[in-house]
């Protein structure tokens, strides 16, 4: 195939039963000039097997397997060093995009020739039994900008719909991309977000399209599992909001709906935290949960951005006050309610979560 206009990279590791789907989902594009390269990461399961299967049905796909499973970030890197197209995306392997979305993003970048294309995502629930039990479009609204201060002055309204850190509802310029030569690097959780901060530090032009074309697939186990403890999962997340201050401090774009968007990161990613602390797997008593959060209360960023946290969110709204107050009881009390939520009833928290 010669230079297509779009390439997208799916990493495959161990998604046999959602493999196809995937893949069909792309291969059924009204838009045709592309390429699809399967990432197989030394899967366990016959998902590499499949992979050549599906490649010899169509030539727009072409599969890379893997001598050592590297993980999802390297599999991305070779990838990209593989893709031959004028715009990126990375897209999972048990996900699914619907049929207009390359016609839609073509037809925008003939309008305006962007460094970026941002799209929206479908949150959808499953069950064990693979049945869709909740779905949430995240959205933002239909822009461009052609102008970097413009372009900056947005992040944070993306960042607040959570639209800015992931990187499977986007297409990246190659060109750019291979110029700067931006690797993901192994971050757990956050890989995505940094890999993006770095991306947009100095672009100038950015395309967002306000639809849900990306479907995201979350299953009740894994909303449960959001409860469990992961050491690093606080500082992490501390890392995030350091990174997102000090861009738009950068930027010399730095507003209060920043400080209000930061201030409520915090909260979220702190009761987060907190509720975490009291899986088994954390082995922390109440003591050490107290300890933690004075501790917590000592960070001078938190510090800075609490007072200014402001969410239309009712649970937000109360972790606030509680905070804000230093009401170690209260705070410690409803991490707790959350967490027991999270694992007893994942499909009421999972609806919850997004109705918020």
């Known amino acids: 195939m010669d230079k297509p206009f779009f390439s997208i990279v799916m990493p495959v590791y161990n998604v046999e039963k959602y493999l196809k789907q995937a893949v069909e989902s792309v291969l059924s594009q009204t838009f045709t000039d592309f390429e699809l390269l399967l990432v197989d990461d030394c899967s366990p399961d016959k998902s590499g097997v499949l992979c050549d299967a599906l490649a010899k049905e169509d030539e727009c796909l ?14 991305r890197n070779i990838g990209r060093r593989a893709a031959k197209g004028q715009y990126l995306m990375f897209m999972d392997s048990d996900d699914t995009i619907e049929s207009t979305l390359l016609s839609d ?21 499953y069950d064990a039994q693979g049945t869709l039990v909740s779905e949430k479009a ?11 201060q413009e372009l900056r002055q947005f992040i944070m309204e993306l960042e607040e719909s959570t639209l800015y850190g992931y990187a499977c509802n986007k297409f990246y310029d190659l060109d750019y991309l291979n110029s700067i030569d931006l690797d993901y690097t192994e971050h757990a959780l ?14 100038e032009t950015m395309n967002v399209l306000s639809k849900p ?32 201050y000090m861009q738009q401090k950068r930027w010399n774009v730095f507003s209060e709906d920043a400080e209000k968007t930061l201030g409520n990161l915090y909260v979220r990613y702190l009761f987060s935290a907190l509720q975490r602390n009291c ?5 922390m008593s109440h003591k050490d ?14 510090q800075e951005l609490l007072p200014h946290a402001a ?30 939520v999270k694992t007893k009833c994942p499909a009421l928290f999972s609806k919850a979560k997004q109705m918020r």
Request: glycine share 2%; with cysteine.
């Open 105 to 125: 993003v073509y037809a925008s970048l003939q309008d305006n020739r962007a460094q970026v294309v941002v799209f929206g995502m479908s949150e959808d629930v």
């Open 138 to 148: 995240v959205c933002c609204k239909e822009c461009q900008f052609k102008a970097q």
């Open 213 to 244: 074309y990306y479907h995201y697939r979350l299953s009740l186990a894994s909303a449960s599992r959001t409860g469990q403890f992961v050491p690093e999962y606080f500082s992490l997340h501390k890392e995030k909001i350091k990174r997102l």
């Open 311 to 340: 969410s239309d969110s009712k649970a937000v709204q109360i972790m606030s006050k509680l905070l804000n107050r230093h009401s170690i009881l209260g705070t410690l009390s409803l991490a707790r309610v959350i967490y027991i």
């Open 279 to 283: 899986d088994a797997n954390a082995k």
């Open 62 to 75: 072409r599969v890379m397997h893997l001598e050592k499973n590297s993980g999802v970030s390297e599999a």
């Open 190 to 203: 956050l890989e995505d977000l940094f890999f993006n901060a770095e991306y947009f530090e100095n672009i």
């Open 289 to 302: 949960r107290k300890a933690f959060l004075k501790t917590a209360y000592e960070d001078a960023m938190l």
